[in-house]
């Protein structure tokens, strides 16, 4: 097993990745919880492999389960699916001395820990991610929240888990696409703050191979965010480094109705297209575009799009969460590993 704390005072927990414990789920939410009802948030996909699963090692813990199952995509992501979540919870009796799990990919573990954020309040809330995305980045950190029709992640909050529980086992029934996906995540981990990794990157040509890594690379790409949100929890300086390609990323997922391109295809796209601008705009000393796409290549990964209506994508960008007033926050790779955040407008998109 392999374990890491995130130091945050109050909000501090840790992140256990071990390959099948998800069969101990039970256990492990018992070293930080001895409530009584637990209430779980998945989607179907995952519920068909691991639904039951945790259901049952909770129940044989003593815990009182409840679960619900929502649709997935990000299209449940919004404040239409709220309503259905508090009613659920109000059904179940739930109160601030319980708990919710989410059980799922990015999308479960940010609305069903907005639904914890807000729901009396605040309940307790534990993530237990399933996609290669949620457990390399999404999981860690506390950000949650929801979409609105205008842009992604635009309503939500900070909120920490009490524990996040990682099984690199659950990744074997992960289709290959979203397998791609996370992988984006973990490649934009190497570009802004780890050259090692990026090499050892390089030599894990084949899905066979990451997979046979596949704990050291969760556990190194958390250990790096687990750093950074200690320094900057509330995404007000360093963090925004994370967000390395998300910029554009969210306006080209937006622009195509969050169903052409992933969350991890969309940050392809961007970190490509990113360094270039940052190259033909003399913001960096060396070209790294050529970098980012020999190796989004060799993950199956975009790195370009063509867009007629750029101005939908300018507008998107206008209402990105790293709008501070008049000023824009840009993640430019400055070196390999080494990301920093470059203040311009919206301008740098023109």
Do not use: W
């Not at 996906?181 to 570009?191: L, N, Q, R, S, T």
């Amino acid at each position: 097993m392999r374990t890491l704390k995130v130091n945050l005072k109050e909000n501090s927990y840790d992140i256990k990745i071990e390959k099948g414990i998800l069969k101990s789920l039970g256990k492990e939410v018992k070293e930080v919880f001895n409530g009584e009802k637990i209430f779980i948030i998945t989607d179907e996909n995952v519920d068909k492999y691991y639904g039951t699963l945790a259901k049952n090692s909770l129940e044989e813990e003593g815990f009182k389960v409840e679960k619900l199952v929502l649709k997935p995509g990000e299209e449940t992501k919004s404040f239409e699916t709220m309503p259905k979540i508090y009613d659920r919870l109000l059904d179940f009796k739930l109160t601030r001395k319980d708990l919710i799990i989410t059980l799922g990919g990015g999308v479960i573990g940010d609305i069903g820990g907005f639904s914890a954020a807000s729901f009396l309040r605040s309940v307790p809330f534990i993530q237990v991610p399933t996609s290669l995305l949620a457990q390399v980045d999404s999981s860690v950190g506390g950000k949650v929240g929801v979409d609105l029709p205008r842009g992604k992640n635009l309503v939500g909050a900070f909120y920490q888990p009490k524990k996040v529980i990682i099984d690199p086992l659950v990744l074997e029934t992960l289709e290959d696409r979203f397998f791609r996906d996370g992988m984006a995540e973990v490649i934009k981990y190497g570009f802004i703050r780890s050259k090692d990794l990026y090499l050892k990157l390089l030599k894990l040509d084949s899905k066979e191979k990451l997979m046979e890594n596949i704990e050291d690379i969760i556990y190194e790409c958390c250990d790096i965010k687990r750093t950074i949100v200690e320094r900057d929890e509330k995404d007000l300086g360093e963090r925004m480094v994370l967000n390395f390609g998300h910029t554009l990323g969210h306006a080209i997922e937006k622009y195509y109705g969050f169903n052409k391109y992933t969350h991890g295809e969309g940050v392809a796209i961007g970190m490509y297209n990113i360094a270039k601008l940052s190259e033909e705009k003399g913001l960096v000393s060396e070209n790294y575009k050529d970098l980012i796409k020999e190796i989004l290549i060799q993950n199956g990964l975009p790195f370009n799009v063509s867009i007629d209506e750029k101005e939908e994508i300018i507008e998107a960008i206008s209402l990105d969460k790293k709008n501070m007033g008049s000023t824009l926050k840009v993640i430019i790779m400055k070196s390999l590993g080494n990301a920093e955040v470059y203040d311009t407008t919206i301008d740098f998109f023109r």
